[in-house]
Every structure is written in structure tokens, then in C-alpha cells.
């Protein structure tokens, strides 16, 4: 298992963005995805990459949040736009093994068995 270190994270004004990273070369011909835990919340799968660059979004970030990796896929990226307080939360860089193709946020949520990986998270705050 190599760590996953996500970064990127701070904080900013309502509507404000940020980009996260997380290196993931390791990871790169599985599913990547993003989930984000709020105090008081569930966790909430964000937003996932197949190997092949298929994406899927959770409802709440459609169109502002978009997931991406780096030419080598060696980087995954969250870009976060017109972000909302409501966004408030740690996030974490997933990556699951046991899939390549299929990915999507629901699927991204802990609790996850031993083939899925994440770090430590990185804390993302927006204020209005």
C-alpha cells in the first residue's frame, strides 16, 4: 500500500474555488473519487474517475466541482468552484482496487473494505 496524502485544501468565501490534489500514480488504472465528511454529517461521496476519464458527480456539486487527472495520471485534481458553505468538510482522495470501470460517489463512502485506500484528508472551509 502506498500512502495517499491529499492537499489543497484552506479557506475561502462563499463562491470561492480551490483545487485539490492527491498523487496517485500507484492508483492510476483504478477507480479514483473524492469523499468529503462534515461534523454532524454523514459522509458523501463527491465524485469519481474510471480509468477510461468516465466521471460521475454527487447531485450537490454538479457543475461546480470537477474531477480530473493530470496528463501521466499520475495526479488526481478536484476543482472546486462557486463553492458554498454548505461545502464545509474534510475531504479524502479514494482509491479502490477492485474496480476500473463503474465508479460512482455512493460507491466511494466509507466504511469500504480492504481494497480501498485513503488518506488522511484535507479540510476545506467556506465561509459566507
Same mark, same amino acid.
Given at each position: 500500500?502506498?500512502?495517499?496524502?491529499?492537499?489543497? @485544501?484552506?479557506?475561502?468565501?462563499?463562491? @470561492?474555488?480551490?483545487?485539490?490534489?492527491?498523487?496517485?500514480?500507484? #492508483?492510476?488504472?483504478?477507480?479514483?473519487?473524492?469523499? =468529503?465528511?462534515?461534523? /454532524?454529517?454523514? =459522509?458523501? /461521496?463527491? *465524485?469519481?474517475?474510471?480509468?477510461? @476519464?468516465?466521471?460521475? #458527480?454527487?447531485?450537490?456539486?454538479? /457543475?461546480?466541482?470537477? &474531477?480530473?487527472?493530470?496528463?501521466?495520471?499520475?495526479?488526481?485534481?478536484?476543482?472546486?468552484?462557486?463553492?458554498?458553505?454548505?461545502?464545509?468538510?474534510?475531504?479524502?482522495?479514494? *482509491?479502490? &482496487?477492485?474496480?476500473?470501470?463503474?465508479?460512482?460517489?455512493?460507491?466511494?463512502?466509507?466504511?469500504?473494505?480492504?481494497?480501498?485506500?485513503?488518506? =488522511? @484528508?484535507?479540510?476545506?472551509?467556506?465561509?459566507?
Amino acid at each position: 500500500q502506498v500512502q495517499i496524502v491529499e492537499s489543497g @485544501g484552506g479557506s475561502v468565501q462563499a463562491g @470561492g474555488s480551490l483545487r485539490l490534489s492527491c498523487p496517485v500514480s500507484v #492508483y492510476t488504472t483504478y477507480c479514483l473519487g473524492w469523499f =468529503r465528511h462534515a461534523p /454532524g454529517k454523514e =459522509r458523501e /461521496g463527491v *465524485a469519481t474517475i474510471d480509468t477510461d @476519464g468516465s466521471t460521475s #458527480y454527487a447531485d450537490s456539486v454538479k /457543475g461546480r466541482f470537477t &474531477i480530473s487527472k493530470d496528463n501521466a495520471g499520475n495526479i488526481l485534481y478536484l476543482q472546486m468552484n462557486d463553492l458554498k458553505p454548505e461545502d464545509t468538510a474534510m475531504y479524502y482522495c479514494v *482509491a479502490r &482496487i477492485d474496480k476500473a470501470y463503474g465508479g460512482s460517489p455512493e460507491s466511494f463512502v466509507p466504511p469500504l473494505d480492504d481494497s480501498s485506500y485513503w488518506g =488522511r @484528508g484535507t479540510q476545506v472551509t467556506v465561509s459566507s
